[in-house]
């Protein structure tokens, strides 16, 4: 008897993880099956998936076949048709519904060989018959196509009348054979080693025209596909309409949806080709003069900002700096040795009046010998100033806030102070902006903190 015991072990899914387990059982219980079945509410969602249910007399179950499979279905199914699907079963988890999920649709009528197809195609691939890399390419330039057709088909005629077309001067050699019937697969490979034999041609066009499953499936006869894949000579498989498929296109270094488009592949149009040489010249041309207006207007640009960066402009804004501390240097100089010239007239007065004329002779030797040491000593002094100006200016340079305001910066003090947060200033105070040649005095109206 089931109870509530602590003891007792449980184990709780959520809708969610149970749904997942039963889609994980059926998908890996199940696997892919086979299915005939009547369709019904068909619907084709404007994402280009298909909804339909399945159904018998007596069961249905829900389907869906999204838009990369159900584009090589060649007729849309409709209401009660009978159809043969491939799918494999599980679990829609969003709502809970059992569905399959179908790979592969068909008319129930072409059941038997389908599968025989697909058993095939599937053997062949395995094998590696398919491979991209075991596929010839073709040559660059073909002068003679051997056409492997009927004689007496519509296909050759499509083929020849392309030719005739678009490449009057390549040649065409037909190695005649059947396309329909039960002889048709072995008058194919006959057809297949006798021009690999002669090797007159640069390429092979296996082809016919359109026609029902049983009309082509001489071209799924797996000693064909393995003659053809065995071929030295490149091939190019052209049969039926763009929606038929055979194993020889797959077995073919090259698949053609039609005859005439084999054609077209295996020709080449002189007219196109020197129009489409001309449109590429032109093309090219306008590239490259959009090119070189680009990289004028790049140059233009950068040498306007090499213009404005240079180092001649920032050594001749030094120079003025230098020349103009070197004038306020010699004003002072002047002016202390003015000062010094009327102390020196002033004791000199000072002695006359008080100083006996021997005093006086020596003061004014005294004097004289005072006057050159003063002179000298300020001319030594002038040139150490100089000196030391020299290396001030080189390291005010490198230190000075004037290169910074002369890139555009500005410096903005409260009572000689450096404002460098909003903290420093309250709205109402005075406030003054130095900028590269002056000052600017404004009033703090608002502070806007970040």
Not at 166 to 183: F, K, L, N
Not at 195 to 223: H, I, K, M, P, Y
């Amino acid at each position: 008897m089931f109870t509530n015991s602590p003891s007792t072990s449980r184990q709780i899914l959520t809708v969610t993880k149970l749904n997942r387990l039963a889609r994980t059982v059926l998908e890996g219980e199940i696997g892919l099956i086979w299915l005939s079945a009547e369709i019904s509410n068909f619907v084709a969602a404007a994402s280009g998936h298909w909804y339909f249910t399945l159904k018998d007399n007596k069961a249905q179950v829900r389907a869906a076949m999204f838009k990369g499979a159900n584009r090589n279905v060649r007729l849309r199914p409709k209401e009660g048709d009978k159809i043969l699907v491939r799918a494999s079963v599980g679990l829609y988890e969003a709502r809970g519904d059992y569905q399959l999920v179908v790979e592969h649709m068909e008319s129930d009528g072409e059941g038997a060989l389908k599968q025989a197809f697909e058993a095939l195609k599937f053997k062949l691939n395995n094998e590696g018959l398919f491979d991209a890399t075991n596929k010839r390419p073709l040559p660059e330039r073909i002068n003679r196509i051997g056409v492997i057709t009927s004689s007496s088909g519509a296909a050759l005629h499509d083929v020849l009348s392309v030719l005739k077309r678009r490449s009057p001067q390549t040649e065409v050699i037909v190695y005649p054979s059947m396309v329909q019937g039960e002889a048709a697969p072995l008058q194919l490979i006959n057809a297949l080693r006798k021009a690999n034999q002669r090797s007159e041609v640069d390429v092979l066009l296996l082809t016919r025209g359109g026609g029902s499953l049983e009309d082509l499936w001489c071209f799924n006869d797996e000693s064909l596909a393995r003659e053809i894949a065995a071929s030295p000579l490149p091939i190019v498989s052209a049969v039926g309409h763009e929606v038929d498929f055979t194993i020889s296109d797959f077995v073919a270094d090259v698949r053609s949806p039609t005859p005439s488009a084999a054609a077209e592949i295996l020709s080449q149009d002189s007219t196109a080709l020197y129009q489409t040489i001309n449109q590429q010249k032109q093309r090219l041309a306008r590239a490259m003069n959009h090119c070189i207006q680009a990289n004028k207007q790049q140059l233009t640009l950068k040498k306007q900002r090499l213009d404005a960066l240079h180092p001649q402009s920032r050594i001749q804004s030094q120079w003025q700096t230098l020349d103009r501390l070197q004038l306020c240097l010699v004003h002072a100089m002047q002016r202390d040795m003015s000062t010094a010239e009327k102390r020196v007239h002033a004791l000199n007065y000072r002695l006359n009046q008080q100083s006996p004329a021997a005093r006086v002779a020596r003061a004014k030797d005294k004097l004289s010998y005072a006057n050159a040491k003063l002179i000298a000593t300020m001319t030594t002094l002038l040139k150490n100033k100089k000196s030391e100006l020299g290396g001030s200016v080189t390291l005010l340079q490198s230190v000075s806030p004037l290169s910074t305001l002369a890139r555009g910066y500005s410096i903005t003090l409260t009572d000689s102070t450096t404002v460098n947060n909003v903290s420093k200033v309250n709205v109402g105070d005075e406030i003054k902006t130095r900028v590269t040649d002056g000052e600017i005095t404004s009033t703090v109206t608002n502070i806007q903190r970040q």
